[in-house]
């Protein structure tokens, strides 16, 4: 922190006398001891940067009444930590004021409102640039419980057998009821080659919850955001895995294709999509949707609502389009789908209900190497319904079934070419 400080001085007439020589004699004193003090100050506070500061009488004013909050509190705890606790010499100061910070964020009760050490300030741009060594599995809180939201397409996640809806209860036999998702996915990720040890209750077709022992050996994991299969019929099934940086440029390729190949209908697959970039989901919604059509609302904590509205050019608006989700479904993909279905009365949303993850984090930087992640508002459909916690309710609910998962087949896909079809008039 840098101070700046700016003298005041007065213009004074001296007479050189002894009685106005004397009183200079007096002022060159105490500024003598005023910079002796200054500096060995100044020496003891660069030697001792990382000693705590004692604020013993600080107050903080409650913003939420007219109490004040009596900081001094803290630092006794602090004090109390410093020299009571056991393994006192082994405590850094700098881990301390970040599980504080994390203390206060936890407070709002708000799974997604957290800080961001250096090390998942770093391992966050990893995965933003699409690469990153773990078992590819987004997580969330759902129900106060840690959940699988979606293992991505052919990680170590899926390939262990982990589904959108797990409820992770035990990582290397530590429980998950105290975690947050932070520091869940700190405990996921690893070397590549490396196991790790899931214990996970999972919902059978009878409703009950199972309990199940996973292992799963992390990878590097490589996100891919877009894929296209040409099914028969002149139908196209699009999978669209992530809204990442590259999802646009992927998506206009894909475009491309479906032209050249003269498609007649669109199956846009977003089951397992766990969300990403708002900009990139606003601008696929766009491809399918008019000008000036409302893709989502952003609601602050005032209750003030602003719509984000449709962008460039709509070269699928005329084009058919099934829609499937399911409990992996999340972020940006209820906002995709919540927007095709409030401004298009032709397509038909088929799967499951979608995972309800529906709130707005701003990533603000509070260093070079830190950042807080803040929930700074809600999404809403252009109707105006609420997502978070709620999800998006499919036309057409298909079940997917353990014996499904286990024999390879997809009756949701299956029933959304079903509906593709009768759309172009074909058997």
């Given at each position: 922190m840098i101070e700046e400080y700016q003298d005041s001085s007065q213009e004074r007439h001296i007479k050189k006398t002894k009685k106005h020589g004397s009183r200079i004699l007096m002022v060159f004193v105490a500024l003598l001891f005023s910079g002796i003090f200054f500096f060995f100050g100044f020496s003891i506070g660069k030697n001792q940067q990382s000693a705590?500061?004692?604020?013993?009488?600080?107050?903080?004013?409650n913003k939420e009444g007219n109490d004040e909050v009596d900081f001094a509190l803290f630092w006794d705890v602090w004090d109390l930590v410093k020299e009571k606790y056991v393994d006192h010499d082994s405590l850094?100061?700098?881990?301390?004021?970040?599980?504080?910070?994390?203390?206060?964020l936890s407070a709002t009760g708000d799974p997604y409102t957290v800080f961001l050490d250096e090390d998942q300030f770093a391992a966050l741009n990893e995965e933003l640039n699409g690469s990153f060594e773990g078992i590819g599995a987004e997580v969330g809180i759902k129900d106060g419980i840690l959940t699988i939201v979606t293992p991505l397409e052919d990680s170590p996640a899926q390939l262990a057998?982990?589904?959108?809806?797990?409820?992770?209860?035990?990582?290397?036999?530590?429980?998950?009821?105290?975690?947050?998702?932070?520091?869940?996915?700190?405990?996921?990720?690893g070397e590549k080659g490396t196991e790790l040890h899931l214990k996970i209750f999972r919902e059978d077709d009878d409703g009950m919850m199972d309990a199940h022992e996973i292992t799963v050996v992390r990878d590097t994991i490589h996100i891919d955001s877009v894929r296209v299969e040409f099914l028969e019929d002149d139908i196209a099934h699009v999978k669209l895995i992530q809204f990442g940086e590259d999802t646009i440029k992927e998506f206009n390729r894909?475009?491309?294709?479906?032209?050249?190949?003269?498609?007649?209908?669109?199956?846009?697959?977003?089951?397992?999509?766990?969300?990403?970039?708002?900009?990139t989901a606003v601008v696929i919604a766009?491809?399918?949707?008019?000008?000036?059509?409302?893709?989502?609302?952003?609601?602050?904590?005032?209750?003030?609502?602003?719509?984000?509205?449709?962008?460039?050019?709509?070269?699928?608006?005329?084009m058919p389009v099934?829609?499937?989700?399911?409990?992996?479904?999340?972020?940006?993909?209820?906002?995709?789908?919540?927007?095709?279905?409030?401004?298009?009365?032709?397509?038909?949303?088929?799967?499951?209900?979608?995972?309800?993850?529906?709130s707005v984090q701003e990533l603000?930087?509070?260093?070079?190497?830190?950042?807080?992640?803040?929930?700074?508002?809600k999404w809403l459909t252009p109707n105006g319904e609420q997502i978070n916690e709620v999800g998006i309710t499919p036309d057409v609910e298909v079940k997917y079934t353990n014996d499904d998962f286990e024999n390879d087949n997809d009756p949701q896909l299956d029933r959304a070419i079903e509906i593709m079809k009768e759309k172009l008039g074909q058997e």
């Amino acid at each position: 922190m840098i101070e700046e400080y700016q003298d005041s001085s007065q213009e004074r007439h001296i007479k050189k006398t002894k009685k106005h020589g004397s009183r200079i004699l007096m002022v060159f004193v105490a500024l003598l001891f005023s910079g002796i003090f200054f500096f060995f100050g100044f020496s003891i506070g660069k030697n001792q940067q990382s000693a705590p500061v004692s604020f013993d009488l600080a107050v903080v004013e409650n913003k939420e009444g007219n109490d004040e909050v009596d900081f001094a509190l803290f630092w006794d705890v602090w004090d109390l930590v410093k020299e009571k606790y056991v393994d006192h010499d082994s405590l850094e100061a700098q881990d301390m004021i970040n599980g504080a910070i994390n203390g206060m964020l936890s407070a709002t009760g708000d799974p997604y409102t957290v800080f961001l050490d250096e090390d998942q300030f770093a391992a966050l741009n990893e995965e933003l640039n699409g690469s990153f060594e773990g078992i590819g599995a987004e997580v969330g809180i759902k129900d106060g419980i840690l959940t699988i939201v979606t293992p991505l397409e052919d990680s170590p996640a899926q390939l262990a057998g982990l589904r959108p809806g797990d409820k992770v209860v035990e990582i290397e036999d530590e429980s998950t009821a105290d975690m947050s998702i932070d520091e869940a996915v700190d405990r996921m990720r690893g070397e590549k080659g490396t196991e790790l040890h899931l214990k996970i209750f999972r919902e059978d077709d009878d409703g009950m919850m199972d309990a199940h022992e996973i292992t799963v050996v992390r990878d590097t994991i490589h996100i891919d955001s877009v894929r296209v299969e040409f099914l028969e019929d002149d139908i196209a099934h699009v999978k669209l895995i992530q809204f990442g940086e590259d999802t646009i440029k992927e998506f206009n390729r894909i475009i491309a294709e479906v032209r050249q190949k003269k498609t007649k209908g669109v199956v846009l697959d977003m089951r397992n999509d766990p969300g990403g970039i708002l900009h990139t989901a606003v601008v696929i919604a766009s491809k399918f949707l008019p000008n000036n059509a409302v893709v989502v609302m952003e609601e602050d904590a005032q209750g003030k609502r602003t719509n984000l509205y449709t962008t460039g050019t709509h070269p699928l608006l005329d084009m058919p389009v099934v829609v499937l989700i399911n409990e992996g479904s999340a972020s940006a993909s209820e906002i995709l789908a919540g927007a095709l279905r409030d401004n298009r009365e032709d397509v038909v949303i088929v799967g499951a209900q979608s995972f309800g993850k529906g709130s707005v984090q701003e990533l603000i930087p509070t260093s070079a190497k830190t950042a807080a992640k803040i929930t700074v508002a809600k999404w809403l459909t252009p109707n105006g319904e609420q997502i978070n916690e709620v999800g998006i309710t499919p036309d057409v609910e298909v079940k997917y079934t353990n014996d499904d998962f286990e024999n390879d087949n997809d009756p949701q896909l299956d029933r959304a070419i079903e509906i593709m079809k009768e759309k172009l008039g074909q058997e």
